[in-house]
């Protein structure tokens, strides 16, 4: 079967493997959609501590059973699934209390796994016990459902953050994580959605798609002056931040109204990871600062029903469609910003 496979920083290839095969306890899948996102690119030409070569990469998957291993109950050739892409131990003091997004032993499809930018690919033993795989809801397309893994993530922020009724939000970032964050935070009634992006194609791109109350573009005004202007001086009950920028997490900070909730969803450059911080804003306006670390299977489950049940559509989200040995090609339109979502069909 074709891969393509990570060998080193800068050196990912489009070859031939042989076809695995399910082992006990193990499915087999034929992947139909594997989506990119900017993790995919910064693998390319980082690595990543985790990976060990040659790895396949990829971890927005979904795909149909063509194979069930010895021992495996509840599925079957067929079947439509989609698998997450974090696998938490299920056992730990973290998991025992349903913490699954900080499991201290969580391994991941694509590093510690073969991923999913294959024509076959194993879901592992692991994955099924912690309810990983999941059925794809009649009506949404396999390319769809490999999108639920970056939406599951954006829930878990949104959860965390506590998005809901009559919220002004604020996303930093107009990716396809921020386009999923806008479409969310509408689905949970945020009253405003505001959409900040540094670059100006980029941000007319997404807020084409996504419709935000307000496109601001940080690189010609000040992204804080504009929210609260926005705001009648308060500031925004939630920010956002997805992108990789110290900067916008500092903005997010000072555009924060009182007992605002800010979600640091996008983390910053391992060798640049320090920001400012005004903590008397925190103290006296009783901000609250929030991580987000990918998804849980639950998460996943939830972020399939709300693209089946319409909540959260994301079909016009894929702009780009590509086969798999335009995989690498596709780094290159993910990392120039050039398409919101682009999905690899193996
Ligand atoms: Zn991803
Ligand atoms: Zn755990």
């Not at 390319?44 to 149909?64: D, L, N, Q, T, Y």
């Not at 131990?89 to 499991?103: I, L």
């Not at 990871?273 to 005004?278: E, M, Q």
Request: with cysteine.
């Amino acid at each position: 079967m074709k891969v393509v496979r990570f060998h080193a920083p800068g050196d990912v290839r489009f070859e031939d493997a042989p076809e695995p095969e399910a082992g006990p306890g193990e499915v087999k899948i034929r992947v139909r959609n594997c989506s990119t996102c900017g993790t995919d690119v910064k693998i390319s030409k980082f690595g990543h501590h985790h990976i060990h070569p040659p790895r396949v990469m990829g971890h927005e998957i979904a795909g149909e059973i063509v194979q069930v291993g010895e021992g495996v109950d509840g599925w079957s050739n067929g079947d439509r699934v989609q698998v997450i892409a974090a696998i938490p131990c299920g056992k730990c003091a973290e998991c025992e209390r349903g913490r699954m997004t900080v499991c201290p032993n969580q391994e991941s499809m694509g590093y510690h796994f073969e991923g999913g930018f294959a024509q076959f690919m194993v879901v592992p033993e692991k994955v099924l016990a912690v309810d990983g795989l999941n059925r794809i809801p009649d009506g949404v397309s396999f390319a769809e459902a490999s999108v639920a893994e970056p939406l599951a993530c954006a829930l878990n922020a949104q959860n965390l953050a506590r998005v809901g009724e009559g919220d002004d939000v604020v996303v930093i970032g107009s990716g396809p994580i921020g386009c999923l964050h806008v479409r969310l935070a509408r689905a949970r009634g945020a009253a405003r959605v505001f959409l900040v992006e540094l670059n100006r194609e980029r941000l007319d791109m997404a807020a084409n798609l996504v419709l935000p109350d307000a496109a601001i573009c940080a690189a010609e005004v000040d992204p804080v002056e504009e929210i609260l202007k926005l705001t009648d001086g308060r500031g925004a009950d939630v920010i956002i931040t997805a992108a990789a920028s110290g900067k916008a997490q500092e903005q997010a900070i000072e555009m924060a109204a009182r007992q605002g909730r800010i979600s640091f969803f996008g983390g910053l450059p391992k060798d640049n990871p320090t920001i400012t911080c005004d903590s008397n804003l925190v103290h006296y306006r009783e901000l609250m600062i929030i991580g987000a670390n990918g998804s849980s299977p639950a998460h996943n489950a939830e972020a399939l029903n709300l693209v089946a049940t319409g909540a959260v559509p994301v079909n016009d989200l894929i702009t780009h469609r590509l086969p798999l040995e335009s995989a690498i090609d596709a780094f290159g339109i993910v990392a120039r910003g050039e398409a919101i979502k682009v999905t690899i069909e193996p």
